[in-house]
C-alpha cells in the first residue's frame, strides 16, 4: 500500500514532527519574550486585515534567508538555533511549512499558529490596522 499523497497528507506529516499552538499561546510566550513571532503573510494581507503589534514581518519567500543564525542575511533577531520562532501565516497552513523549513535549517523549536492570523483576530488578540 502506498502512502497517501497531496497537500492534506503533506501537513499532516510535517505537523506530526512538532507541536502546534494556539494564538492565545502564541500571544503569551510573544508578551513574555520567550518567543519571536513572525508573520510570514504577504504585504495585501497585511494591508485588508491589519497586523499584529510586534510581530516580525518576514515574507515567506524571505523567511529561511532572514531566520538563518548562519545566514549572512540574517535578520538581528535571529540570534541563534535555539530561537523559538512562532511562524504566523493567514489561515495557518503555509505556515506548518514554513515551521518545517525552519526545522530543516536547524531551528527545532520552531512552531506556528492554529488557524493563523484569522484565528487570532477571531479570539479578540490585539491587532492594528483595518
Known amino acids: 500500500m502506498s502512502k497517501p499523497t497531496g497537500i492534506d497528507a503533506?501537513?499532516?506529516?510535517?505537523?506530526?514532527?512538532y507541536r502546534r499552538i494556539g494564538p492565545h499561546e502564541a500571544h503569551a510566550a510573544a508578551a513574555a519574550g520567550t518567543a519571536l513571532l513572525?508573520?510570514?503573510?504577504?504585504?495585501?494581507?497585511?494591508?485588508?486585515?491589519?497586523?499584529?503589534p510586534g510581530a516580525l514581518i518576514v515574507e515567506r519567500n524571505e523567511l529561511e534567508w532572514r531566520?538563518?543564525?548562519?545566514?549572512?542575511?540574517?535578520?538581528?533577531?535571529?540570534?541563534?538555533?535555539?530561537?523559538?520562532?512562532v511562524v504566523l501565516c493567514d489561515e495557518g497552513y503555509a505556515s506548518s511549512l514554513a515551521a518545517e523549513s525552519?526545522?530543516?535549517?536547524?531551528?527545532r523549536r520552531a512552531t506556528d499558529v492554529i488557524g493563523g492570523f484569522q484565528a487570532w483576530r477571531a479570539a479578540g488578540l490585539p491587532v492594528t490596522g483595518p
Do not use: C, F, K, N
Open 10 to 17: 503533506l501537513l499532516e506529516r510535517v505537523r506530526s514532527g
Open 38 to 52: 513572525v508573520d510570514i503573510r504577504y504585504a495585501a494581507l497585511r494591508e485588508r486585515d491589519g497586523v499584529v
Open 67 to 85: 531566520l538563518d543564525p548562519q545566514g549572512s542575511h540574517r535578520l538581528p533577531e535571529a540570534t541563534d538555533h535555539e530561537l523559538r520562532v
Open 102 to 107: 525552519l526545522h530543516r535549517l536547524g531551528l
